[in-house]
């Protein structure tokens, strides 16, 4: 079974980065496309990012310019760069293979245990 692990979460001032990772077991990274999501006590979870198995990036609106999806086929892991963080950004973090690039579809694997990503003001 594929399982997805997240790292790299922490608690960083406004303004400040973080580079979270998602590690996938099997070599399924090159064949998928891969999403970051996140998701706030009390409510739904949200897009964040998507990465297509062409390169292909979408992006909430909320984090354009602000955080960039990336691969890493051979180390089967990917990555989202966030920077200029803000106190909304707040939340625990997770990665999955959508099937479709953007919103909230269907995903093709079971959720990791998430990185929860804390930024104060």
Do not use: H
């Amino acid at each position: 079974q594929v399982q997805l692990v997240e790292s790299g979460g922490g608690l960083v001032q406004a303004g400040g980065s973080l580079r979270l990772s998602c590690t996938v077991s099997g070599s399924i990274v090159n064949r998928n496309a891969m999403g970051w999501y996140r998701q706030d006590p009390g409510k739904q979870r949200a897009f964040v990012a998507s990465i297509s198995s062409s390169g292909i990036t979408n992006y909430a609106d909320s984090v354009k310019g602000r955080f960039t999806i990336s691969r890493d086929n051979a180390k089967n892991t990917v990555y989202l760069q966030m920077n200029s963080l803000k106190p909304e950004d707040t939340a625990v973090y997770y990665c999955n293979a959508p099937w479709v690039l953007t919103g909230i579809g269907g995903f093709k694997f079971p959720w990791g245990q998430g990185a929860q990503v804390t930024v104060s003001s």
